[in-house]
């Protein structure tokens, strides 16, 4: 007997798309946010960024609205990097902290506040490895209560988080994290807190705590996740880069395309996960123009398609390359259809045709109809409930359109 996820699974899940935010001091080197390690910055030259990390322009709002904008559910902001520097008020843990550089306040309490006015969850990343902190290498266990006492602060100052996002960990992998005690004292004081910990480039999708809520995929396309041997229902979640660099990096060009964002954030609700994509804020925390763009983008899609993308769930029902369907607890089936071409002149459209027909099998009830969820077109189908079968003639866009995917509603 499947086992049903517990509520904030469940919620986690149907929030579907998220927004993943790197900010930090090494926003002011805008050179990627492994800068520290990668270009060996000792940490007496790189606390010296504090100095200069004023933050007097950051107005999380910007980032918030247009979050709830474009579709976004969640953002998860990195609370202390792997630098080792923390962007909220540690309570005297740390005096490497936002009260404590030049912006003289608690950044994350802003960012907070604008979550909750905008109806955004906000998630916590947190780094486990750390550069600046010593007893990281000359006493773990030392730095565990650090690591903890300092979760401990979010858990208890800043009201519900929606979780917490740990990173780090594969680096020191045959080490004793001492996880029951982290993960205790969030399930203490922040009971409904989703609880993930990113496994890495080299074991996407593993499961290395039963307390763990959803595995991850960084950078790679996620896979069906087998929950038979697990006693609990486990998410997935893919986190992905615009460009090459998860801080910003101005000297970065490679940037995916919008199309290629659409396609992943499809892939990902194909297999029931979610998609995490990130941003590099500048050093006072905004976004570049090229970020909101693409964000934009991504939201005119999301504005169409939003509900197929946070209803539907996987489902026996089967496409043929990259097509699929979804189906949602209402029975509600969306089918989402790929390359298609734009219909019009054989001079400008490059082989657009007006016929496509796209099928799909397992499909055994009877269905009335079909139609485009871009405008509302009927699509002419056949269908064999005795074997499964439905083929709908995916009719190509309109001149002056392509969404990419494009989804038809079921009824």
Same mark, same amino acid.
């Given at each position: 007997?499947?086992?049903?996820?517990?509520?904030?699974?469940?919620?986690?899940?149907?929030?579907?798309? %998220?927004?993943?935010?790197?900010?930090?001091?090494?926003?002011?080197?805008?050179?990627?946010?492994?800068?520290?390690?990668?270009?060996?910055?000792?940490?007496?030259?790189?606390?010296?960024?504090?100095?200069?990390?004023?933050?007097?322009?950051?107005?999380?709002?910007?980032?918030?609205?247009?979050?709830?904008?474009?579709?976004?559910?969640?953002?998860?902001?990195?609370s202390k990097h792997h630098e080792g520097f923390f962007l909220y008020d540690t309570n005297g843990l740390s005096d490497y902290d936002a009260p404590h550089s030049a912006a003289k306040r608690d950044l994350l309490r802003e960012f907070l506040e604008a979550c909750r006015e905008d109806g955004i969850i906000p998630i916590l990343y947190h780094a486990t490895l750390d550069w600046h902190e010593s007893h990281y290498k000359s006493d773990f266990n030392t730095y565990l209560e650090y690591l903890r006492k300092s979760v401990e602060v979010l858990c208890t100052r800043y009201g519900e988080i929606g979780g917490f996002w740990f990173d780090g960990n594969w680096d020191k992998r045959d080490a004793d994290w001492k996880l029951d005690e982290l993960y205790g004292t969030i399930r203490k004081y922040q009971?409904?807190?989703?609880?993930?910990?990113?496994?890495?480039?080299? +074991?996407?999708?593993?499961?290395?705590?039963?307390?763990?809520?959803?595995?991850?995929?960084?950078?790679?396309?996620?896979?069906? =996740?087998? +929950?038979?041997?697990?006693?609990?229902?486990?998410? %997935?979640?893919?986190?992905?880069?615009?460009?090459?660099?998860?801080?910003?990096?101005?000297?970065?060009?490679?940037?995916?395309?919008?199309?290629?964002?659409?396609?992943?954030?499809?892939?990902?609700?194909?297999?029931?996960?979610?998609?995490?994509?990130?941003?590099?804020?500048?050093?006072?925390?905004?976004?570049?123009?090229?970020?909101?763009?693409?964000?934009?983008? =991504? %939201?005119?899609?999301?504005?169409?398609?939003?509900?197929?993308?946070?209803?539907?769930?996987?489902?026996?029902?089967? %496409?043929?390359?990259?097509?699929?369907?979804?189906?949602?607890?209402?029975?509600?089936?969306?089918?989402?259809?790929?390359?298609?071409?734009?219909?019009?002149?054989?001079?400008?459209?490059?082989?657009?045709?007006?016929?496509?027909?796209?099928?799909?099998?397992?499909?055994?009830?009877?269905?009335?109809?079909?139609?485009?969820?871009?405008?509302?077109?009927?699509?002419?189908?056949?269908?064999?409930?005795?074997?499964?079968?439905?083929?709908?003639?995916?009719?190509?866009?309109?001149?002056?359109?392509?969404?990419?995917?494009?989804?038809?509603?079921?009824?």
């Open positions: 007997m499947a086992v049903k996820p517990e509520l904030r699974v469940e919620n986690f899940e149907n929030m579907a798309f %998220g927004m993943f935010v790197h900010w930090g001091l090494y926003s002011i080197k805008e050179s990627g946010e492994w800068a520290m390690e990668i270009h060996n910055i000792s940490s007496g030259e790189y606390e010296k960024y504090a100095d200069e990390f004023d933050a007097k322009n950051y107005n999380p709002r910007n980032m918030t609205k247009l979050a709830k904008k474009v579709g976004i559910k969640y953002i998860v902001l990195t009971p409904n807190a989703m609880i993930i910990n990113n496994t890495g480039l080299s +074991r996407r999708g593993q499961l290395e705590h039963e307390e763990i809520d959803s595995v991850t995929f960084e950078q790679g396309l996620p896979t069906p =996740i087998d +929950r038979s041997n697990m006693n609990k229902y486990v998410s %997935g979640e893919m986190c992905q880069t615009m460009n090459s660099h998860w801080g910003i990096a101005k000297n970065d060009f490679n940037y995916k395309s919008t199309a290629q964002l659409i396609e992943t954030l499809c892939a990902c609700r194909k297999v029931g996960a979610n998609y995490l994509l990130n941003v590099g804020p500048d050093k006072d925390g905004n976004l570049t123009k090229m970020q909101e763009a693409m964000l934009e983008v =991504i %939201g005119q899609w999301m504005s169409i398609n939003g509900k197929a993308i946070y209803d539907g769930k996987p489902c026996n029902i089967q %496409g043929y390359n990259k097509d699929f369907a979804l189906t949602t607890k209402e029975g509600k089936i969306y089918l989402f259809i790929h390359d298609l071409k734009i219909v019009g002149n054989k001079n400008v459209t490059l082989g657009g045709r007006v016929d496509n027909p796209r099928a799909f099998t397992n499909l055994y009830r009877k269905i009335n109809g079909v139609k485009w969820m871009d405008n509302n077109e009927e699509l002419i189908f056949t269908q064999n409930e005795e074997e499964g079968l439905v083929c709908v003639n995916a009719t190509g866009y309109p001149y002056g359109t392509n969404l990419v995917v494009r989804v038809a509603e079921v009824y």
